[in-house]
């Protein structure tokens, strides 16, 4: 399979511990974005990298989140210090996208996302 | 600020009708991008169509269309001849323009669609 694969597909926690959520994008992407959603809700963006630099942070991004791209191939989003209002899928895409005059489709690649209980 | 608006929660319609879904944005931004994306019960959101905002020519692939109007600022969706598969929830979704043109999407709230056999 080369899509985007994220891991764990779920997770139960209990307030007040770490979590960590891993995404591995599609192998040539440079781009790779962050994004959450609740219950009957669209997603929120999270965050988004840009190989390895992470270029924009959303102010739904609290103290208690972090991620990173080390190498810019996979990610990583961890959750510090767990709410109950942390629950939710946490999704992540990836693009490539040709920044020197080249044509994008804007259409960034989905996984099936991690999804987060938090007791 | 941007936002999109998906004014159907939910939708029920039996095999072989057409249906479509409403969307409506607002933006200050004069170059942005617009975007159709499914998400089945699988929960993997797939990519339907992208629009810029300079490209107001409807478009059609196969039993899915999409009409772009600037004047209402919307971007409708329309299936025909639904089947049992298209079942899914489908959001709408605006970014502003930059490289790329999808760093930061803002989705509506989706529409849920089920077709019935």
């Known amino acids: 399979d080369t899509g985007v694969s994220q891991d764990p597909r779920h997770k139960i926690t209990k307030r007040g511990q770490n979590v960590t959520f891993r995404c591995d994008p599609i192998?040539?992407?440079?781009?790779l974005y962050w994004y959450r959603q609740t219950l009957g809700q669209g997603p929120e963006f999270l965050t988004y990298?840009?190989?390895?630099?992470?270029?924009?942070k959303s102010r739904l991004l609290s103290d208690r989140f972090s991620a990173e791209r080390p190498k810019g191939s996979f990610s990583t989003l961890e959750i510090q210090r767990t709410e109950q209002g942390d629950s939710a899928m946490y999704l992540c895409?990836?693009?490539?996208?040709?920044?020197?005059?080249?044509?994008?489709?804007?259409?960034?690649?989905f996984g099936e996302g991690s999804r987060l209980t938090v007791l | 600020a941007q936002k999109v608006t998906q004014a159907q929660t939910e939708i029920s319609v039996v095999e072989k009708e057409d249906v479509t879904l409403d969307c409506v944005y607002e933006t200050r931004d004069t170059t942005y991008y617009l975007f159709w994306y499914k998400q089945p019960p699988s929960g993997e959101l797939v990519f339907l169509i992208r629009?810029?905002?300079?490209?107001?020519q409807n478009e059609i692939s196969g039993r899915y269309s999409w009409n772009f109007q600037k004047s209402t600022s919307s971007f409708n969706f329309t299936i025909t001849a639904s089947q049992v598969v298209d079942s899914a929830v489908y959001f709408c979704?605006?970014?502003?323009?930059?490289?790329?043109?999808?760093?930061?999407?803002?989705f509506g709230k989706g529409t849920k669609l089920t077709v019935n056999p």
């Open positions: 990298f840009q190989n390895e630099a992470q270029l924009e």
């Open positions: 895409a990836s693009s490539l996208v040709i920044l020197a005059g080249g044509s994008n489709t804007g259409e960034l690649f």
């Open positions: 192998s040539e992407h440079n781009r």
């Open positions: 979704a605006l970014s502003v323009f930059s490289q790329g043109g999808s760093e930061k999407l803002v």
């Open positions: 629009r810029n905002s300079f490209d107001e």
